[in-house]
Every structure is written in structure tokens, then in C-alpha cells.
């Protein structure tokens, strides 16, 4: 449905295009015609003026004075045509390219919203079945302790998960609204890096080690922070399953670098400048396996911003991506 609406504006905007351009060279050559016409009435009438008031004929005309001025009359009024019309061409063509390049944007807005909404209700039923699963197997079977106390941590990473998920939108929507409020107070992000790695290798989801200073302090927010790691780790997660993850935090002079690098698939050059979009996802919507709201990232780059930072992607050669952050302190 959505593909045959974007079809028929597609369709309908190529028409209009046809049409003004059309008419614009319609209208040129209509008002080159009439004035041609003109000038051609307005010779023969002078050089009939000449041949009965000076008794020459229309050749001796042509060379009089008279003939020259209409001549460069004429020669002017192509000239303006024909810059006007190159004017109108090109500012036309500049107002279509424009009109063009917000319409794919609006369209490819839309899919990403669409596929934001179908992303969104995998995201939250598959943790809710998990999670309903567990607790009926507790329920109805007898089962030892190790069992029982592997199925309430599954439950409870799938309850993180969840978690992870609805501040993601919540943190989005407060974003978009400007009504995220920040606070600044002295972080030891070397604590806050060792608490986020050590949480992450409970959960056994990823080959993590980490290479971080101690007492490495900025001035942020503790929740932004906090949601800047797990969006990142997040992300290696979902895009870079089963490659090795490494997290580095070092201070140089006035600089703090927060790195986290990869050694999966990566990410092709052509996305870098999109991947913190909202709702941009790497690859193709349609074949795409990996889950994820397309969220993650864009909350990444707003929040580091919002902490007076810039976030980059980097290649992690031979294979994989690295998520460098600065913090000036």
C-alpha cells in the first residue's frame, strides 16, 4: 500500500514537472513568435512610409537609420527573452530539485517512521513472551534451584531490556520536545565505565574487555552518561553480534576519550554521516535481520552534545567500527 502511494505522487509530481516545463518553453516561443511578428509588421510599415514620403524602395530602407533602431530594438528584446528564460528555467529547475529532494526526504521519513512502528511492537512483544514463557515454566514445573535461578536472571535481562527500550523512547520524545532536563556534577566515568562492563558480562551477550584510567572525572549527567554506554554496548550487541567489544577511556591534558570498538561487519562510509539520524537503520529495510528502533544512536549524539562532546564513527580495521566520543573537560 505504502509503495503504491509512493508511486502515484512520484507519477503525479513527473507530470506537473512535464507541465510547467512545457509551458515555460510554450510561453518563450509564443512571445519570441509575437514579437518577431511585430518587428516584421513594423518593417514593412516604415519601409512603406519610405518608399511613399522619400521614394525609395525597401532596400534603400534597410539602410537608413530608422531600419537600424528597429534592428537594435529587435536584437534587445530576443536578448531579454532569452535571459529571462534561462532566469526562469533555472530558477524552476532549482525550486523542482528542492521540491524533489524534500519529497524523497518526507517519504523516506515516513518509511522510517513506519518501520520504527513495526520495530517497536517486535521489540516489545518478543521480551513479553519470553518473559510470560519463564514464568509459566516456574509455575507449572518442579524445577532445582540452578534452573530456577537461570530462568529469574533470564527474566530479569529480558525486564532490562524492556527497560532499555521505553527510556529510549521517553528520552527520544523529551528530546524532541526540549524538555530533557540536565544537570552538570563532578562523574568519575572511570566507575561509571567499570559498573556499565561489568553489568554487560553478567549478561554473557558479548566478548567485552575494557582498557579504562582510573578516576577519570568530567562534569555531565549521570542518567545521560549512563544511557550513552548502554545505547553504544547496545548497538555492538545487535549489529556486531559475536565479535570481540572493547571499551577504552583515557584522559589527554584537557580531553577525555570514550571509545568503544567492534570487530564485527562495520559500517559502509556512505552511512556514516546518517547513522545518528532518527529512525536510521544500517542496510536495507526489507532484508534487514538485526532488531533494533533506530534510536539508539541518535539519542547517543544528542545526549553527548547535550554534554558539550561530539561523538564520531571511525573504520576499526581490518574489520568492524569504532564509536569514539570527546569530552572537553
Known sequence: MFKEQTK?????????????????????YLLYSKIEQH?????????????????????????????????EKFKRQKVMILTEGIVFFIILTLGMVKIFQSFKQ????????????????????????????????????????????????SSLSEVDRLENLVENILIAAKI??????????????SVL???????????KEMDLSADIQDDIFIQGDKT?????????????????????VTITLKQTKN???????????????????????????????ETRQAKGTGLGL???????QFQDGKVDIEDNLPSGAIFKIIFNI
Open 8 to 28: 502515484k505522487k512520484f507519477l503525479l509530481f513527473y507530470v506537473i514537472l512535464i507541465y510547467v516545463f512545457a509551458f515555460l518553453f510554450w510561453w518563450n
Open 255 to 285: 580531553k577525555v576519550e570514550l571509545a568503544i570498538a567492534d570487530t564485527g561487519p562495520g559500517i559502509p562510509k556512505e552511512e556514516h554521516s546518517a547513522i545518528f539520524n532518527k529512525f536510521y537503520r544500517v542496510g536495507n529495510e
Open 224 to 244: 545521560c552518561i549512563n544511557s550513552i554506554l548502554n545505547n553504544l554496548l547496545d548497538n555492538a550487541i545487535k549489529y556486531a553480534k559475536n565479535s570481540a
Open 106 to 153: 518526507e517519504i523516506a521519513i515516513a518509511r522510517q517512521q513506519k518501520n520504527f512502528i513495526l520495530s517497536i511492537t517486535h521489540e516489545l512483544k518478543s521480551p513479553l513472551a519470553s518473559i510470560k514463557l519463564m514464568n509459566e515454566t516456574l509455575r507449572l514445573r518442579a524445577l532445582d534451584k540452578e534452573k530456577q535461578n537461570q530462568l529469574i536472571a
Open 193 to 203: 565505565s567499570n559498573q556499565i562492563v561489568t553489568y554487560y558480562k553478567e549478561r
Open 298 to 304: 541518535y539519542i547517543v549524539k544528542q545526549l553527548v
Open 39 to 71: 518587428y516584421s509588421d513594423l518593417v514593412k510599415f516604415e519601409s512603406l512610409k519610405y518608399e511613399v514620403y522619400e521614394g525609395g524602395t525597401s532596400m534603400d530602407f534597410k539602410s537608413t537609420e530608422d531600419f537600424q533602431v528597429l534592428n
Open 176 to 189: 524532541e520536545n526540549d524538555q530533557y532536563g540536565f544537570t552538570k556534577e563532578a562523574l568519575n566515568l
